[in-house]
Protein backbone atom coordinates (compact mmCIF):
# COMPACT_ATOMS: atom_id res chain seq x y z
CA UNK A 1 0.00 0.00 0.00
CA UNK A 2 1.46 3.51 -0.84
CA UNK A 3 1.59 5.69 1.92
CA UNK A 4 -1.10 7.85 2.06
CA UNK A 5 -3.36 5.05 0.92
CA UNK A 6 -6.47 4.60 3.06
CA UNK A 7 -8.28 2.24 4.71
CA UNK A 8 -11.89 1.20 5.26
CA UNK A 9 -12.85 3.13 8.38
CA UNK A 10 -15.50 -0.27 8.90
CA UNK A 11 -13.14 -3.16 8.46
CA UNK A 12 -9.60 -1.85 7.75
CA UNK A 13 -9.26 -3.25 4.49
CA UNK A 14 -7.85 -1.71 1.46
CA UNK A 15 -9.60 0.88 -0.52
CA UNK A 16 -9.83 1.16 -4.32
CA UNK A 17 -11.43 3.42 -6.97
CA UNK A 18 -14.80 2.10 -7.96
CA UNK A 19 -16.02 4.54 -9.80
CA UNK A 20 -16.62 8.43 -10.43
CA UNK A 21 -19.73 9.38 -9.68
CA UNK A 22 -21.50 13.15 -10.48
CA UNK A 23 -22.48 15.73 -8.59
CA UNK A 24 -24.87 18.66 -9.87
CA UNK A 25 -24.41 21.53 -8.89
CA UNK A 26 -25.86 25.16 -10.43
CA UNK A 27 -23.53 27.06 -12.55
CA UNK A 28 -23.55 30.89 -12.64
CA UNK A 29 -26.27 31.42 -15.36
CA UNK A 30 -28.51 29.20 -13.17
CA UNK A 31 -27.58 26.09 -15.36
CA UNK A 32 -26.82 23.01 -13.96
CA UNK A 33 -23.23 21.53 -13.68
CA UNK A 34 -22.23 17.72 -13.16
CA UNK A 35 -19.06 17.69 -10.94
CA UNK A 36 -17.20 14.11 -10.51
CA UNK A 37 -16.98 12.48 -6.95
CA UNK A 38 -14.61 10.15 -6.55
CA UNK A 39 -15.93 6.45 -4.51
CA UNK A 40 -13.76 3.58 -3.18
CA UNK A 41 -15.09 0.50 -2.32
CA UNK A 42 -13.50 -2.13 0.28
CA UNK A 43 -11.25 -4.60 -1.28
CA UNK A 44 -12.11 -7.21 1.77
CA UNK A 45 -15.47 -9.51 0.47
CA UNK A 46 -16.73 -10.13 3.58
CA UNK A 47 -17.03 -5.95 3.64
CA UNK A 48 -17.47 -4.27 0.48
CA UNK A 49 -18.38 -1.08 1.62
CA UNK A 50 -18.33 1.60 -0.54
CA UNK A 51 -16.93 5.38 0.40
CA UNK A 52 -17.25 8.68 -1.14
CA UNK A 53 -13.86 10.52 -1.60
CA UNK A 54 -14.84 13.82 -0.43
CA UNK A 55 -12.77 16.96 -1.54
CA UNK A 56 -10.87 18.46 1.02
CA UNK A 57 -10.80 22.13 -0.62
CA UNK A 58 -13.76 23.36 -1.17
CA UNK A 59 -16.88 21.51 -0.77
CA UNK A 60 -19.25 19.82 -4.07
CA UNK A 61 -21.95 19.32 -1.59
CA UNK A 62 -22.21 23.15 -1.64
CA UNK A 63 -24.83 23.44 -4.39
CA UNK A 64 -22.85 26.02 -6.36
CA UNK A 65 -20.23 24.69 -9.04
CA UNK A 66 -16.76 25.12 -8.04
CA UNK A 67 -16.81 27.62 -11.12
CA UNK A 68 -19.10 29.74 -9.45
CA UNK A 69 -17.25 30.08 -6.26
CA UNK A 70 -14.04 30.24 -8.08
CA UNK A 71 -15.65 33.89 -10.26
CA UNK A 72 -16.56 35.19 -7.07
CA UNK A 73 -13.84 34.46 -4.75
CA UNK A 74 -11.76 36.57 -8.11
CA UNK A 75 -14.07 38.90 -8.31
CA UNK A 76 -14.10 39.45 -4.83
CA UNK A 77 -10.46 39.60 -4.51
CA UNK A 78 -10.55 41.98 -7.54
CA UNK A 79 -13.19 44.51 -5.83
CA UNK A 80 -12.33 44.01 -2.58
CA UNK A 81 -15.64 43.76 -1.60
CA UNK A 82 -19.05 42.19 -2.93
CA UNK A 83 -19.82 45.35 -4.94
CA UNK A 84 -19.52 44.32 -8.52
CA UNK A 85 -20.88 40.58 -8.15
CA UNK A 86 -23.18 39.17 -10.34
CA UNK A 87 -22.82 35.89 -8.86
CA UNK A 88 -26.27 34.04 -7.88
CA UNK A 89 -25.44 33.49 -4.65
CA UNK A 90 -26.55 35.82 -1.54
CA UNK A 91 -23.54 37.70 0.19
CA UNK A 92 -23.41 35.97 2.90
CA UNK A 93 -22.97 32.65 1.16
CA UNK A 94 -20.03 34.54 -0.98
CA UNK A 95 -18.13 35.97 1.95
CA UNK A 96 -18.09 32.19 3.22
CA UNK A 97 -16.91 31.08 0.40
CA UNK A 98 -14.25 33.86 0.59
CA UNK A 99 -13.14 32.93 4.02
CA UNK A 100 -13.15 29.38 3.31
CA UNK A 101 -10.75 29.73 0.52
CA UNK A 102 -8.69 31.50 2.55
CA UNK A 103 -8.31 29.03 5.32
CA UNK A 104 -7.90 25.80 3.04
CA UNK A 105 -6.23 27.44 0.13
CA UNK A 106 -2.98 27.53 2.00
CA UNK A 107 -3.30 24.16 2.69
CA UNK A 108 -3.78 22.93 -0.41
CA UNK A 109 -0.82 25.04 -1.42
CA UNK A 110 1.00 22.93 1.31
CA UNK A 111 -0.76 19.51 0.08
CA UNK A 112 0.10 20.04 -3.25
CA UNK A 113 3.96 20.58 -2.87
CA UNK A 114 4.19 18.13 -1.42
CA UNK A 115 2.47 16.24 -3.83
CA UNK A 116 4.95 17.72 -6.02
CA UNK A 117 8.03 16.82 -4.65
CA UNK A 118 7.30 12.84 -3.23
CA UNK A 119 5.26 11.54 -6.31
CA UNK A 120 7.29 13.77 -9.35
CA UNK A 121 10.33 14.81 -7.52
CA UNK A 122 9.67 18.39 -8.08
CA UNK A 123 9.93 21.42 -6.23
CA UNK A 124 8.52 24.82 -6.90
CA UNK A 125 10.19 27.63 -5.47
CA UNK A 126 8.69 29.34 -2.55
CA UNK A 127 10.46 32.79 -2.98
CA UNK A 128 8.70 32.44 -6.91
CA UNK A 129 5.05 31.46 -4.77
CA UNK A 130 4.71 34.27 -2.51
CA UNK A 131 4.03 37.08 -4.47
CA UNK A 132 1.51 35.44 -5.87
CA UNK A 133 -1.62 35.08 -4.89
CA UNK A 134 -3.56 32.06 -3.68
CA UNK A 135 -5.41 31.44 -6.84
CA UNK A 136 -2.14 32.25 -8.88
CA UNK A 137 -0.36 29.87 -6.66
CA UNK A 138 -2.77 26.90 -7.01
CA UNK A 139 -2.67 27.58 -11.30
CA UNK A 140 0.69 27.06 -11.03
CA UNK A 141 1.02 24.09 -8.66
CA UNK A 142 -1.66 21.93 -10.51
CA UNK A 143 0.06 22.45 -13.97
CA UNK A 144 3.09 19.72 -13.79
CA UNK A 145 0.38 17.22 -12.30
CA UNK A 146 -1.60 16.90 -15.63
CA UNK A 147 -3.67 18.28 -17.90
CA UNK A 148 -7.49 19.98 -15.97
CA UNK A 149 -9.45 17.17 -15.02
CA UNK A 150 -12.23 19.98 -14.58
CA UNK A 151 -13.11 22.94 -16.03
CA UNK A 152 -12.15 25.21 -13.21
CA UNK A 153 -9.39 25.16 -11.34
CA UNK A 154 -10.89 24.41 -7.80
CA UNK A 155 -12.48 21.68 -9.19
CA UNK A 156 -8.61 19.89 -10.32
CA UNK A 157 -7.77 20.50 -6.66
CA UNK A 158 -10.55 18.97 -5.15
CA UNK A 159 -9.73 15.48 -7.36
CA UNK A 160 -5.88 15.82 -7.27
CA UNK A 161 -6.02 15.99 -3.07
CA UNK A 162 -8.85 13.17 -3.06
CA UNK A 163 -7.02 11.21 -5.05
CA UNK A 164 -3.75 11.58 -3.01
CA UNK A 165 -5.42 10.98 0.06
CA UNK A 166 -6.19 7.95 -0.86
CA UNK A 167 -2.92 7.03 -2.65
CA UNK A 168 -4.08 7.22 -6.33
CA UNK A 169 -1.47 9.61 -7.35
ZN1 LIG B 1 -14.24 -2.70 4.75
Not at 51 to 71: N, T
Not at 142 to 169: D, F, H, K, M, Q
Request: aromatic letters at 8%; proline letters at 4%.
Amino acid sequence: MKSGALSCPKCGGKLVVNSYYSRTVIESDGSNLKIPIMQTRCIEKACGRTHAMLPHFIMPYKRYAASVIESAILSFEENGGLKHSDCPAEDKTISGWKEQFKNRGATAVNQLQKILYDRYDRSISMIKLITLSLIERLKILTEPLGPALCESLIGSVNIILSRYSSGYI
